[in-house]
């Protein structure tokens, strides 16, 4: 599988997200000994903190997306691997901030941090339990993951058909991967969710089930036209490009090896001899 990723956009946002959240957090300190030491001066105190509240929560904001371990496209990369070299797997490069292109489709990903018990029903993904603290000051809330993923399966669709003609653009899927160790996820029944939602483990297992089902996959052409597409060097931008190694194929029962007298014999090979 082959990974391309915008480091510089990692870097620049981690870095971004750390600035404001200190920041934050040193003007409502400042606000609060102005309070403490000038109590006449109510409007300059009360404009620290607010000032400092919304530099902090933006900060975090950005930081969990971009700073939080496991990083994002981290858990991706690892619940990926094994993939063949016919993939291709962009980070922060293309209109989706995680996108996998290859024999099994073209799938926007979006991982989800979230922990408790995540079930789906009458049409929205719900979230029970979780850290309250996080949910309310941690901007850490379920929200609503099919609105956003929508809008990214959009996004793809947008810029491809600024290159390729609409009878090669092929159905752009998503899935919904969640991070945290503790999630619980309750399959909706009778009911199809607006999008796939799993584990982060089985991510993996959702991509290759997709080329098996009704329609098949893509073909060789197709996901060559479009990494083409979405490796057009002036679009692209810096990235780094990583190759995971694949997984090895199981070997066919008439090319297995088996050791006879000492000799290694293929399966033919020895009922010949028998």
């Given at each position: 599988?082959?990974?391309?990723?915008?480091?510089?956009?990692?870097?620049?946002?981690?870095?971004?997200?750390?600035?404001?959240?200190?920041?934050?957090?040193a003007?409502?300190?400042?606000?609060?000994?102005?309070?403490?030491?000038?109590?006449?001066?109510?409007?300059l105190?009360?404009?620290?903190?607010?000032?400092?509240?919304?530099?902090?929560?933006?900060?975090?904001?950005?930081s969990?997306?971009?700073?939080?371990?496991?990083?994002?496209?981290?858990?991706?990369?690892?619940?990926?691997?094994?993939?063949?070299?016919?993939?291709s797997?962009?980070?922060?490069?293309?209109?989706?901030?995680?996108?996998?292109?290859?024999?099994?489709?073209?799938w926007?990903?979006?991982?989800?941090?979230?922990?408790?018990?995540?079930?789906?029903s009458n049409?929205?993904?719900?979230?029970?339990?979780?850290?309250?603290?996080?949910?309310?000051?941690?901007?850490?809330?379920?929200?609503?993951?099919?609105l956003?993923?929508?809008?990214?399966?959009?996004?793809?669709?947008?810029?491809?058909?600024?290159?390729?003609?609409?009878?090669?653009?092929p159905?752009?899927?998503?899935?919904?991967?969640?991070?945290?160790?503790?999630?619980?996820?309750?399959?909706p029944?009778?009911?199809?969710p607006?999008?796939?939602?799993?584990?982060?483990?089985?991510?993996?297992?959702?991509?290759?089930?997709?080329?098996?089902?009704?329609?098949?996959?893509l073909?060789?052409?197709?996901?060559?036209?479009?990494?083409?597409?979405?490796?057009?060097?002036?679009?692209?931008?810096?990235?780094e490009k990583?190759?995971?190694?694949?997984?090895?194929?199981?070997?066919?029962?008439?090319?297995?090896?088996?050791?006879?007298?000492?000799?290694?014999?293929s399966?033919?090979?020895?009922?010949?001899?028998?």
């Open positions: 599988m082959n990974i391309l990723i915008n480091t510089k956009m990692v870097k620049r946002y981690t870095r971004l997200g750390q600035i404001l959240m200190f920041s934050g957090m003007v409502l300190v400042g606000g609060m000994i102005v309070n403490i030491k000038m109590p006449e001066m109510v409007n105190s009360l404009g620290g903190l607010l000032l400092g509240f919304l530099l902090s929560q933006v900060g975090i904001q950005i969990n997306k971009w700073a939080r371990q496991p990083r994002p496209y981290e858990a991706i990369n690892k619940s990926l691997k094994g993939l063949g070299g016919n993939y797997l962009y980070h922060y490069t293309t209109p989706a901030s995680h996108l996998l292109v290859g024999p099994s489709g073209v926007v990903i979006q991982p989800r941090y979230q922990g408790g018990t995540i079930s789906y049409g929205r993904y719900r979230q029970k339990g979780g850290n309250m603290y996080l949910k309310i000051f941690g901007q850490d809330g379920l929200g609503r993951p099919d956003e993923a929508q809008a990214e399966t959009a996004k793809v669709r947008n810029y491809l058909s600024k290159l390729l003609p609409a009878e090669k653009i159905n752009i899927n998503a899935v919904l991967a969640f991070i945290h160790p503790k999630a619980t996820l309750v399959q029944e009778g009911e199809l607006a999008y796939p939602f799993v584990t982060m483990d089985k991510l993996k297992d959702v991509v290759r089930k997709s080329s098996k089902g009704k329609g098949g996959g073909t060789n052409v197709q996901v060559n036209e479009l990494r083409a597409a979405f490796e057009n060097p002036q679009t692209l931008g810096p990235v990583i190759e995971s190694p694949a997984e090895p194929e199981p070997l066919a029962a008439a090319e297995v090896e088996v050791e006879a007298d000492g000799e290694v014999m399966e033919p090979e020895k009922a010949a001899e028998e």
